[in-house]
């Protein structure tokens, strides 16, 4: 396929520690296509993160490995990469945007230069130039009196604006794939909602594909053309938007969908969490990770890890109850009727 | 900034003046007087000399006088060395120990830098652990037995330098050495953590993330703003070198400020005292002041602008 940029394949990214090699990501797939965007969801300690941060291989070298499987930008591995051709790739081609703009950005340098910098680093510009596409950068995100703004330090932007800078700051150089590392979950509301907008916006007058990090449901139904679903350091399900938010096929999408609270439901009506809490990764063994919190367990989740059933729209779950060569003999019934129950 | 400034300039009289007070007072504690020691004098001879640096007169009177003089920028005329004025010693003597000073602050803090640099980019290696060892050594053992260590084995044993007195430049590299340890041992340790800090912030992974390489964000971003907060350190490395010099000075029998103070202490000198305890802590004070200038000037975030300074 060309019009695939970036493709991930069974990636296992494990952390060093004093107990042994704990493994954070356990083979992770995805393909992203040219302008699109991919949502990663996902709860706490997932390893949403840690596979953004192992594309740009901005892990600490000391602490994590990749141990297993592939990362390929146009067709090329990022793995096999030496240090300065990722180092060249890095906001040239691929560009992140953390989750924290308060912290992300150098305190003690001008919000101009810090762009500037990016800029002289991929492209033979000098400085007026570099300065040039910064302030068009910040226009372009749209702050106020971008000419004084240049030589402002973060500390004198405010939370929302200070995101901004972040994102010219990333798409200074027309990166092909934007990362964006739960870019919403620091600022309040009505900045996310600003926040987001921006993003779409940019998006189709530069058409980088994103890969959008986040725990909130809301934020995937805004912007996500296909949503990827992780658990316990996997991707248990991916498809289209559509496909996620009205046909979940996988227990964990569907907990995720319910326990969200709605506008429309009659008050008093109790939340509907996810009985349990996110597996210890340490003693994480063979099976379903989702296996102790899902409520339609059977024997073979607990001691066969689940491969990927792919339907013909690319709609994929990793789930032993649509695997079938289990479903003939296992009684659907019950999930069938709890799915239907929540996607009227 | 000018209402700061002014602030912070009467703050730093008041903290003088009380500094003044104290050691005028403190100092009338010490047993004797500086006519009783040394010479056999008569009790004629004794009230003579009393009646002329008037210590004949109550020790209140001798306060408001003094503080009277002291406003008038006189510091008064020595008690042991007849007809020679306090500025004029404390001008004669400051010269060595400014230079030792001066210099142990530069050793100390190249090599200081250069060891906690060092550490923090390979931290948890050999390396690391070794100026870790050297700069806790540095920070627990006083400089004197530097000093004594530094006197035997250098100048004694190999005799690469002199072992004391002032004769040229090579006398002036032990004493520094030995003061320029602590500052070595503190600006070390310092700067390391500071490093390692400032490596775990987001903003060096934004750094990173934009592509720049790994010299570009250890110079621009990581040593850069670890170094911020390190210019803090250099107030109180400034007066760890004063007190140093002290008994440095005497050590080496260098011809020093500290030297002089320390034999007028033990000679009940009172106007010199005075004049160098006065001399030290304007200076302190003043280094204190310099230091959270340059401060404000290296971390924009700082700013003396508003009241709330």
């Known amino acids: 396929m060309t019009n695939t940029i970036l493709t991930v394949e069974d990636l296992h990214v494990a952390f060093k520690t004093q107990h042994g090699k704990l493994t954070a990501v356990r083979g992770v797939n995805f393909e992203l296509k040219k302008g699109e965007t991919l949502a990663i969801v996902g709860e706490s300690g997932s390893g949403k993160s840690v596979t953004a941060k192992s594309i740009m291989q901005l892990l600490p070298k000391a602490t994590t490995e990749v141990t297993k499987g592939d990362i390929h930008y146009n067709g090329e591995s990022l793995l096999k990469m030496s240090k300065n051709q990722i180092t060249d790739l890095r906001g040239s081609e691929i560009s992140m945007v953390f989750q924290d703009p308060m912290t992300s950005l150098n305190p003690t340098m001008k919000v101009g230069k810090q762009i ?109 053309d296909r949503v990827a679903v992780m658990y316990g350091g996997k991707i248990v399900e991916q498809g289209t938007l559509d496909e996620i938010f009205y046909n979940p096929q996988h227990p964990y999408t569907l907990g995720l969908l319910r326990s969200m609270p709605k506008l429309n439901e009659d008050r008093g009506q109790p939340l509907m969490p996810i009985a349990g809490s996110p597996p210890n990764l340490a003693t994480l063994g063979e099976g379903c990770a989702f296996a102790a919190r899902c409520p339609h367990t059977m024997t073979v989740c607990h001691t066969y890890t689940p491969r990927d059933t792919v339907t013909e729209t690319g709609h994929s779950v990793a789930c032993w109850l649509q695997d079938s060569r289990v479903a003939k003999e296992a009684d659907k019934a019950e999930l069938v009727e709890s799915g239907n129950s929540s996607t009227e | 900034m000018t209402r700061y400034l002014l602030q912070r300039i009467g703050f730093m009289l008041i903290t003088l003046f009380i500094i003044v007070t104290a050691t005028f007072f403190l100092m009338q504690l010490l047993p004797g007087t500086p006519f009783t020691n040394p010479e056999k004098l008569t009790d004629s001879q004794l009230a003579i000399l009393n009646a002329k640096y008037g210590l004949d007169q109550p020790v209140a009177m001798q306060y408001i006088q003094y503080i009277g003089n002291l406003l008038q920028g006189d510091l008064g005329y020595s008690f042991q060395h007849e007809g020679r004025t306090v500025t004029s010693m404390i001008s004669d003597r400051i010269g060595p120990s400014a230079f030792i000073g001066l210099q142990a602050l530069v050793f100390g803090a190249v090599v200081g830098l250069l060891l906690g640099i060092v550490s923090a980019l390979k931290h948890n290696s050999i390396l690391d652990y070794g100026s870790v ?117 005497k050590i080496f029998a260098v011809p020093g400020l500290g030297e002089q103070f320390t034999l007028s202490i033990l000679v009940l000198d009172y106007s010199v005292i005075m004049g160098i305890t006065i001399f030290y802590s304007a200076l302190f004070i003043f280094v204190v002041f310099v230091v959270d200038i340059i401060y404000s000037l290296l971390d924009p975030r700082i700013n003396y602008k508003g009241g709330a300074a």
């Open chain 2, 133 to 249: 060892t050297l700069a806790v050594l540095g920070m627990s053992i006083p400089s004197f037995v530097f000093a004594a260590l530094l006197q035997y084995y250098v100048g004694v044993k190999l005799g690469w330098l002199p072992v004391a007195l002032w004769e040229g430049y090579s006398s002036t590299l032990l004493p520094s050495i030995a003061l320029s340890v602590t500052v070595t041992a503190t600006v070390a340790r310092f700067i390391r953590s500071e490093m390692l800090e400032v490596i775990g912030q987001d903003y060096i992974i934004t750094a990173r993330a934009k592509g720049l390489k790994e010299n570009q964000v250890m110079v621009k971003h990581v040593i850069r703003n670890a170094l911020i907060p390190v210019v803090t350190m250099l107030g109180p490395l400034a007066v760890s070198i004063m007190t140093g010099t002290l008994v440095i000075e």
């Open chain 1, 116 to 224: 500037m910098e990016g800029v002289q680093r991929h492209e033979n510009l000098t400085k007026a130039q570099a300065r040039e596409r910064a302030l068009d950068m910040l226009k372009l995100v749209g702050i106020p009196q971008a000419e004084s703004r240049l030589d402002n330090y973060p500390h004198q932007f405010s939370g929302g604006m200070r995101q901004r800078v972040v994102i010219a700051l990333a798409l200074a150089c027309n990166p092909k794939v934007l990362i964006a590392d739960e870019p919403t979950t620091a600022l309040d509301v009505t900045i996310q909602a600003q926040i987001l907008e921006l993003m779409k916006d940019l998006q189709k007058k530069t058409e980088t594909a994103i890969i959008l990090i986040t725990h909130d449901l809301g934020v995937v139904a805004n912007m996500a």
